[in-house]
């Protein structure tokens, strides 16, 4: 299990700090974990299931691609519903 620290975050998936902070609080990212009491910091297999479901997903087209996380957020839980509605 690795952490990655927020700016870390930013420049794998290439989005602004504020971009990420939406992300997270309309539920379409992984939310981040505390590390420490002052120290927050996102799961690696978190990032990379979003990222593998966002490029499953094909191209951007709006609510089809939002990506849908367990309550707990989870790794490995991250699926999109447009490859739910490809795959049912």
Do not use: C, H, K
């Not at 996102?42 to 966002?54: G, H, K, T």
């Amino acid at each position: 299990m690795r952490f990655l620290r927020p700016r870390q975050v930013l420049e794998m998936i290439g989005v602004s700090r504020t971009t990420l902070w939406r992300m997270v609080q309309a539920g379409s990212f992984p939310r981040p974990v505390w590390i420490t009491e002052r120290n927050q910091g996102y799961l690696l297999d978190s990032v990379e299931a979003w990222m593998r479901a966002r490029a499953e997903a094909g191209p951007f087209d709006g609510a089809a691609a939002r990506t849908v996380l367990a309550p707990s957020g989870v790794a490995g839980r991250a699926v999109t519903r447009l490859v739910q509605r490809r795959a049912g």
